[in-house]
């Protein structure tokens, strides 16, 4: 789907962009979408799988974590109640 939006430009950047539809054959439109497109492109989304790889470690050197073991044991033992 695509959304109509208004940018403003430069007349320097509407001569450019006239000039690449020229060379191109393509419409203005199609030109700045593919602009934009290679300027996203640039920035990609971090997924999921990436912001946990760069997580990976971050605790690695703290020394005043909590047992893990006694923290789940604590967990189950208060679910059990709960239930």
Do not use: H
Not at 6 to 12: V, Y
Not at 16 to 24: F, G, K, L, P, R
């Amino acid at each position: 789907m695509m959304v109509n939006t208004s940018i403003a430009l430069t007349e320097q950047e509407i001569a450019a962009i006239v000039a690449i539809s020229e060379q191109t054959g393509r419409t203005r439109d199609e030109v700045l979408r593919e602009a934009v497109e290679q300027f996203i492109a640039r920035f990609p989304r971090a997924g999921r799988r990436a912001l946990l790889q760069q997580a990976q470690g971050m605790w690695r050197d703290r020394k005043q974590l909590p047992d893990v073991g006694k923290l789940r044991a604590e967990f189950e033992r208060f679910t059990a109640e709960s239930g």
